[in-house]
């Protein structure tokens, strides 16, 4: 044990799994939990188990909901009949936070990537064309990062939803390439966005 309390040391190896935790920054955390009023770190430890408990994902677009639907998906405010299609469900939260998209989202729950073991019908594809088969859609954004995975799904789903009355378009390579959405800036998306070509 490096610690003087296995408490300290189990609370330190848990932080230190989350994403860009390193073993300082870890221990540093412990510590100041350690510090905090026991009502705060009530608060804290709450929050953690209620976002697990009571999240769930949107019957629409598989995003992160909770309720069966999501709020974005339940506001009559957005443009329904614009679809932008991302990997994951933190991806909204990167382009809703700049603010300038008005319409709504679809999650693919990853990219297609052999060597992972990933291939479409992994992917929340069908459920896609669910909704551009059941619904007035007039355009489909395919925003998935700029790397060789996103490059291959954006060709295969261009390949598919071709055949479907819709226009299909590509965010512009604003984006530097091997950098994920979720690191892009406000300017960087909105830009994209608006430089999206048609595929
Ligand atoms: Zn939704």
């Given at each position: 044990?490096?610690?003087?309390?296995?408490?300290?040391?189990?609370?330190?190896?848990?932080?230190?799994?989350?994403?860009?935790?390193?073993?300082?920054?870890?221990?540093?955390?412990?510590?100041?939990?350690?510090?905090?009023?026991?009502?705060?770190?009530?608060?804290?430890?709450?929050?953690?188990?209620?976002?697990?408990?009571?999240?769930?994902?949107?019957?629409?677009c598989n995003?992160?909901?909770?309720?069966?639907?999501?709020?974005?998906?339940?506001?009559?405010?957005?443009?329904?009949?614009?679809i932008?299609v991302?990997?994951?469900?933190?991806?909204?939260?990167?382009?809703?936070?700049?603010?300038?998209?008005?319409?709504?989202?679809h999650v693919l729950?990853?990219?297609?990537?052999?060597?992972?073991?990933?291939?479409?019908?992994?992917l929340n594809i069908n459920s896609l064309i669910n909704r551009i088969n059941?619904?007035?859609i007039?355009?489909i954004?395919?925003?998935?990062?700029?790397?060789?995975?996103?490059?291959?799904?954006?060709?295969?789903l261009?390949?598919i939803l071709?055949?479907l009355?819709v226009?299909?378009?590509?965010?512009?390579?604003?984006?530097?390439?091997?950098?994920?959405?979720?690191?892009?800036?406000?300017?960087?998306?909105?830009?994209?966005?608006?430089?999206?070509?048609?595929?």
């Open positions: 044990l490096k610690k003087s309390s296995r408490y300290l040391e189990i609370l330190t190896k848990e932080f230190s799994r989350l994403p860009g935790i390193g073993p300082k920054s870890a221990s540093r955390l412990a510590f100041h939990i350690l510090k905090k009023p026991l009502t705060e770190v009530e608060n804290f430890a709450q929050a953690l188990l209620e976002v697990k408990q009571n999240i769930t994902t949107c019957k629409i995003g992160i909901s909770d309720e069966d639907i999501c709020l974005i998906c339940q506001d009559d405010n957005r443009n329904k009949s614009l932008c991302v990997e994951e469900a933190k991806d909204i939260l990167t382009i809703n936070s700049t603010g300038e998209f008005q319409g709504v989202f729950g990853g990219v297609i990537s052999p060597l992972d073991g990933i291939g479409p019908e992994d059941n619904n007035q007039e355009e954004i395919l925003a998935l990062n700029p790397n060789i995975e996103g490059d291959a799904t954006s060709l295969y261009g390949k071709g055949p009355e226009k299909i378009t590509r965010i512009a390579h604003g984006l530097p390439v091997g950098t994920d959405l979720e690191f892009a800036d406000s300017a960087t998306i909105i830009k994209s966005l608006e430089g999206r070509q048609e595929i």
